[in-house]
């Protein structure tokens, strides 16, 4: 069972994938985790990925589908696997598709966690982080005992500036700029399922479940 996961930075998309991956067994893929891997491990690939890294640059998308493809056809992979994080761009769909292809492969689904963007903007908005402990907070779902103070260490709390409203809305012009388009990309494969994700983390899990089959 091989699976794309989409949605808007803040839609939970990640959550998603790794309780998927840990109810199918399969691994959940995510680009930053195969970066940091390969670096580590000092390979061809990794070096060439830290080079634009360490410039402040994107890594290409042709390199970036090279490590994915790398990753994929590992041991782990061979009854599936959970892509989140990519592909980001119609180009890196592309390739991805013509490599699987390669090797006989195809996706089997396209997983959109759909969250308009307002309800986003609140969602991320309300956080708050302590950044001498690294513990995280939401003002609605997850508050602190004591407002603006850190349940563990007593630290104040604050509000990153990834999670500002204006920082979370460019975030999301670009999501609708550059991914958006996959959704109609994956939608004339014929692949793409939509879930509500405004919903409960567990409702919108079983609405997966429910897609995926038991």
Do not use: W
């Not at 195969?34 to 690939?45: D, P, Q, V």
């Not at 492969?105 to 690294?134: F, H, T, W």
């Amino acid at each position: 069972m091989k699976i794309i996961m989409l949605g808007a930075p803040g839609a939970g998309k990640g959550t998603q994938a790794k309780q998927i991956a840990a109810k199918y067994d399969i691994p959940h893929i995510s680009t930053g985790d195969i970066f940091r891997a390969n670096i580590k491990n000092n390979t061809e690939l990794g070096q060439k990925a830290k080079t634009y890294m360490d410039q402040g640059l994107l890594v290409p998308d042709e390199l970036t589908c090279d490590l994915v493809v790398d990753r994929i056809q590992q041991d782990d992979c061979k009854t599936g696997f959970v892509l989140d994080g990519f592909p980001r761009t119609i180009p890196q769909a592309e390739a991805l598709e013509n490599a699987l292809a390669k090797l006989g492969q195809s996706m089997d689904y396209a997983i959109d966690v759909d969250v308009p963007d307002e309800n986003i903007v609140n969602r991320m908005s309300g956080r708050r982080a302590c950044l001498k402990c690294g513990a995280t907070y939401h003002i609605v779902s997850i508050p602190p005992k004591k407002e603006g103070v850190c349940d563990n260490c007593g630290s104040e709390l604050v509000i990153r500036d990834d999670d500002k409203p204006e920082t979370v809305q460019k975030r999301l012009n670009v999501y609708h700029e550059q991914t958006q388009p996959l959704i109609d990309f994956y939608s004339n494969k014929g692949i793409l399922k939509s879930v509500d994700g405004t919903q409960p983390m567990d409702r919108v899990f079983a609405d997966i479940v429910n897609i995926l089959g038991a």
